[in-house]
């Protein structure tokens, strides 16, 4: 089924195929069909269009093809080699479509056919690739990118998820409020790089956020919002008094979302939440966060822009929600030698504990309750640091990742696969036990060497694949996207007599 987020596109590939004009033309549009009936079957119609039109070698068909796929409403493009393919024509026809756009070729079928049936895609991905390259043109080309129709339509299907992010990049805006907070410069990356990506930026102050939280006063659909709060808390609303005030907030942010999309389709928030905004507003916004996120618009504190930019991605490729983590302290050793060791097959310096004030969804947390904000409260009055979401996170599969700028406006990314485990944390906030297989060298030769801030996003389960493949169409050159590397594979800095 294609994608119903709410605040992300679907996807609707149009698949293409090309045909060199020294080649049968039915090759390439029978292989067509038998990779469209393979998705079908597998995987649904929705997410793919098939076009009539069969390229030859002419900037003309490929003019009338790209007219077709845009008037079906294909906001993505899989170029499909059923033969040899012409390398002028269907790399222009992926630069002037200028969306996300993947490219694979058919496999021979059988030995009883290599004369007349022989296509040469093999050959043709090679040409292709040349002329891309020439061209300057980015695309998503599978790690083995020749297949079977039911190999084909497994690469599409990896597809999506990337064209997906790819889409609502382009469409994207990140707004935020206020400067990032004293001492926490790690939060402070230039947004030059967010342009380059289509992503647009709308910095504001968060003096205009309490100018617009004062006008909702009185807002008629504050009762309404409570009482989706009340249900959502359940037997964990233990500050009841404080929702009027979070339900006015959450109001203010949806109201301020909808009025500056301005060209924009889809947003992501980077909110403040201290030092000077408790003792104002009266309260944390931490569970306002974590409802939002929950809507698929994904909000970072400590207006973490890039924070925002990769919870968004996440939700974009997951297809559902996402969390802000702090990469936060290590599981104590008692606690693994307890509840981890000949438990779980990781070192004690394969976890750590992923925590967060109180931003993560009710829905992604074993059992929640509304509290206040501990650290806030150690230096401040307790009733102005309610509004925080407690509750260890749920037990499972995750990715962390994160997409950053650097101080000279280069792009940096990791990705690690890993779960939460099903560890009581003894602690407090939205936090969990962590598992990711080498996280001690990760964590020094990578998260530490290239200088990555403390908060990664948290994807709900396995996502590693797309988010790297996302990454490399990015830009990103490949030693700057980061993952955790097996034991007996070195990092560059990593001492080879450790």
């Known amino acids: 089924m294609a994608s119903k987020l709410f605040n992300a596109p679907n996807v609707k590939i149009g698949i293409v195929a090309v045909s060199r004009d020294c080649f049968p033309e039915s090759l390439s549009v029978d292989r067509r069909k038998a990779l469209v009936k393979a998705y079908t079957e597998k995987y649904g119609s929705d997410e793919i269009y098939e076009c009539p039109i069969c390229i030859v070698e002419s900037e003309i068909h490929m003019r009338k093809a790209l007219a077709d796929i845009r008037e079906n409403g294909c906001n ?15 790399t222009m026809l992926a630069k002037e479509f200028g969306g996300p756009v993947m ?3 058919a496999a021979e079928e059988s030995q009883n056919n290599l004369v007349g049936g022989r296509g040469d895609a093999y050959c043709g991905m090679l040409n292709c690739s040349y002329n891309l390259k020439l061209r300057g043109i980015k695309a998503y080309i599978p790690e083995y990118p020749v297949g079977t129709a039911d190999a084909c339509a497994d690469m599409i299907k990896d597809f999506v998820p990337v064209a997906r992010a790819l889409d609502a990049l382009s469409k994207l805006k990140i707004i935020s409020f206020g400067p990032r907070p004293l001492n926490f410069m790690a939060c402070n990356a230039p947004i030059g790089p967010l342009f380059n990506l289509g992503v647009e930026i709308e910095e504001n102050s968060e003096l205009d956020l309490f100018e617009a939280y004062n006008k909702h006063a ?23 008094t404080i929702l009027p005030k979070l339900a006015q907030y959450e109001l203010t942010l949806l109201d301020w979302i909808e009025a500056h999309k301005g060209s924009r389709e889809y947003v992501a928030v980077a909110g403040k939440c201290w030092p000077a ?12 966060n974590s409802r939002l996120t929950g809507m698929g618009i994904p909000v970072s504190c400590e207006v973490d822009i890039y924070g925002a930019l990769s919870e968004y991605i996440g939700y974009c490729i997951s297809e559902d929600t996402v969390t802000l ?10 606690m693994y030698e307890e509840s981890i060791k000949g438990v779980f097959n990781y070192k004690h310096t394969d976890t750590f504990m992923g925590f967060h004030c109180g931003n993560t969804c009710s829905s992604k947390l074993s059992a929640c309750s509304m509290k206040n904000q501990m650290i806030m409260a150690r230096s401040l009055p307790e009733e102005v640091t309610n509004g925080t979401l407690e509750g260890d996170i749920v037990p499972g599969d995750i ?7 650097t101080s000279d406006a280069k792009l940096r990314a990791y990705v690690a696969q890993g779960e939460v485990l099903p560890v009581a944390t003894r602690s407090f906030g939205s936090i969990g036990v962590f598992a990711i297989s080498e996280m001690g060298r990760f964590y ?21 694949k797309a988010m790297y493949n996302l990454f490399t169409y990015l830009g990103i050159p ?19 007599f450790n």
């Open 76 to 90: 993505a493009l899989c170029v499909y080699l059923g033969n040899f393919g012409p390398e002028i024509a269907e």
């Open 103 to 105: 490219f694979c070729a």
């Open 218 to 240: 009185g807002d008629s659909r504050i009762p309404a919002k409570v009482k989706e709060m009340e249900a959502e808390l359940g037997g964990g609303n233990n500050k009841p």
């Open 277 to 288: 905004f408790q003792t104002q507003f009266g309260f944390v916004p931490c569970y306002v």
């Open 325 to 334: 983590l702090d990469i936060n302290n290590s599981v104590p050793a008692d």
């Open 399 to 405: 990715t962390f990742f994160r997409l950053q700028s």
């Open 444 to 464: 020094r030769y990578y998260l530490i060497q290239k200088n990555f801030p403390h908060h990664g996003a948290v994807a709900f389960g396995h996502y590693g």
């Open 478 to 496: 490949s030693e700057d996207i980061g993952y955790n590397h097996p034991a007996g594979e070195r990092y560059p800095e990593e001492n080879p």
